[in-house]
């Protein structure tokens, strides 16, 4: 037999002895059964989540041909012989028209929601209330005859991508929009919150409000808490908005209680530019537009 290199242990020479021929190995740590198989499902969910994020955007893109061909041939048959059918036809058509349209724009929110889980993110710093601005005033040129006040804050300095967190915020605010549009004075409010931990946005209106007992529905593609005909739309908008949110490692909630507005909450995931994780206090530096 011969002996390994000595060590020192609690200050005094040892020897370990091996039998001749013999190497020393290193034993491999024991793999904990439930990390394992933790380690298995979160591969086979983001293996699943891949798989399903390619299907709605193949689905959706691959919806489009037939679609188009829907609606041509209706546009073409009311053309060409709108005079040589009844009033009942007449209405038929029409009716697979809207429903062609509104197909059109499901298919554009699908793929929209798709390329903002597939997205590689561009982040750099910007005023989110200056975008809020923006929103506001192309809102107001597609709708002029609403006076609807819009209040924010100067500043509201965030870092993540500007293109995605724009397409969020103009989603909240949409969603604001519109639910105010039978408000006899339509205010919607953008500002932050701090708490001291946790940087807080909130989109506030005077609308409607929905009921909270549906509250987990909000946020779910295609999911409606209002009829069609009172206020239109899909129910894309605010699930678009999560994932971009989600994206940015934030999360999203509202509250509201039935005709008397809604108020929707979102964090993105970090603290702002400069290290103040408090942000501006609520109100401060406020505007009006």
Request: proline share 5%; charged share 30%.
């Amino acid at each position: 037999m011969r002996a390994s290199k000595p060590k020192l242990k609690n200050g005094l020479m040892a020897r370990k002895v091996r039998p001749e021929g013999k190497t020393l190995t290193a034993q491999p740590r024991k793999s904990d059964p439930l990390e394992e198989h933790v380690r298995v499902l979160k591969a086979d969910l983001q293996s699943a989540h891949r798989e399903l994020e390619s299907f709605c955007y193949s689905v959706s893109h691959d919806l489009r041909a037939p679609l188009r061909c829907i609606d041509g041939f209706s546009h073409a048959l009311l053309h060409e012989f709108g005079d040589k059918l009844d009033p009942g036809a007449r209405e038929y058509l029409q009716r697979i028209l809207d429903s062609a349209k509104k197909m059109a724009r499901l298919i554009d929110e699908l793929l929209a929601l798709s390329r903002i889980q597939r997205a590689d993110l561009v982040s750099e710093d910007f005023n989110l209330a200056d975008v809020a601005g923006q929103i506001v005033t192309r809102l107001r040129k597609v709708e002029p005859s609403r006076n609807v006040q819009f209040r924010t804050v100067d500043s509201i300095p965030v870092r993540g991508d500007r293109a995605l967190i724009a397409t969020m915020l103009e989603k909240f605010l949409e969603n604001a929009w519109k639910f105010t549009s039978k408000a006899d004075t339509p205010l919607i409010e953008f500002s932050e919150i701090g708490n001291g931990s946790e940087r807080i946005f909130l989109v506030r209106d005077n609308g409607v409000g929905f009921d909270p007992a549906y509250a987990s529905k909000l946020f779910k593609a295609f999911q409606r808490l209002h009829p069609h005909t009172d206020f239109p739309g899909v129910g894309m908008g605010l699930a678009l908005a999560r994932a971009v949110i989600l994206r940015h490692g934030g999360r999203t909630w509202a509250e509201s209680e039935k005709d008397n507005g809604a108020a929707f909450f979102f964090t993105l995931g970090g603290p702002s530019p400069g290290g103040n994780s408090e942000g501006p206090a609520s109100g401060k530096g406020e505007r009006s537009k």
